[in-house]
T-cell receptor, first 114, second 116 residues
Framework: KQEVTQIPAALSVPEGENLVLNCSFTDSAIYNLQWFRQDPGKGLTSLLLIQSSQREQTSGRLNASLDKSSGRSTLYIAASQPGDSATYLCAVNPPTSGTYKYIFGTGTRLKVLA | NAGVTQTPKFQVLKTGQSMTLQCAQDMNHEYMSWYRQDPGMGLRLIHYSVGAGITDQGEVPNGYNVSRSTTEDFPLRLLSAAPSQTSVYFC???????????????FGPGTRLTVL
């Protein structure tokens, strides 16, 4: 059974610092992996999606990498800002269960201090 | 585009009551789904649909019903509410696998449900 883990559960960093959020999954056979941001009391906003054939995706200050063989993905945030404070979730799409059943991690709650 | 919309935003029910959570999307997405989010559990898939008239169960379907009569709407029905169904419910949609675009999921703002 696919399981997704995000460590640490919470992280506080000073403004301007570069940081890495981790996501690990137990079954390397995935269709794709998606990173989301969730603000308190809000829905999820998609940040980056990496297809199984890709190694990384970039959007602005965000860079997500994928290493299927080791079951890991990282989300790199450059020059962090207080506005980056949110919970970051990763989700994997296992191909064996069809193309829709995403499995979510429990998230990393990030606080960027001004 | 309004994207994915959900109503109501908040709801309080008594045990045994029934209700329907509404979800609509205006992006002509084929795939729609319902998740619940509980502290320490992450998001768990309740039901999903790959097109009008087609639905299937997710990870935690018990106590919930869905139907998909149109591409736009995907309501979630609680048949007899229980305190264990206290949660935040999210609806999501994305293009189907036949789309040439990568299959990014879009989420609604959520419905916070409390069952007393």
């Amino acid at each position: 059974k696919q399981e997704v883990t995000q460590i640490p559960a919470a992280l506080s960093v000073p403004e301007g610092e570069n940081l890495v959020l981790n996501c690990s999954f137990t079954d390397s056979a995935i269709y794709n992996l998606q990173w989301f941001r969730q603000d308190p009391g809000k829905g999820l906003t998609s940040l980056l999606l990496i297809q199984s054939s890709q190694r990384e995706q970039t959007s602005g200050r965000l860079n997500a990498s994928l290493d299927k063989s080791s079951g890991r993905s990282t989300l790199y945030i450059a020059a962090s800002q207080p506005g980056d404070s949110a919970t970051y979730l990763c989700a994997v799409n296992p191909p064996t269960s069809g193309t829709y059943k995403y499995i979510f991690g429990t998230g990393t709650r990030l606080k960027v201090l001004a | 585009n309004a994207g994915v919309t959900q109503t109501p935003k908040f709801q309080v029910l008594k045990t045994g009551q029934s209700m329907t959570l509404q979800c609509a999307q205006d992006m002509n997405h084929e795939y729609m789904s319902w998740y619940r989010q509980d502290p320490g559990m992450g998001l768990r898939l309740i039901h999903y649909s790959v097109g009008a008239g087609i639905t299937d169960q997710g990870e935690v379907p018990n106590g919930y019903n869905v139907s998909r009569s149109t591409t736009e709407d995907f309501p979630l029905r609680l048949l007899s509410a229980a305190p264990s169904q206290t949660s935040v419910y999210f609806c999501a949609s994305r293009k189907g696998s036949r789309s040439s675009s990568y299959n990014e999921q879009f989420f609604g703002p959520g419905t916070r449900l409390t069952v007393l």
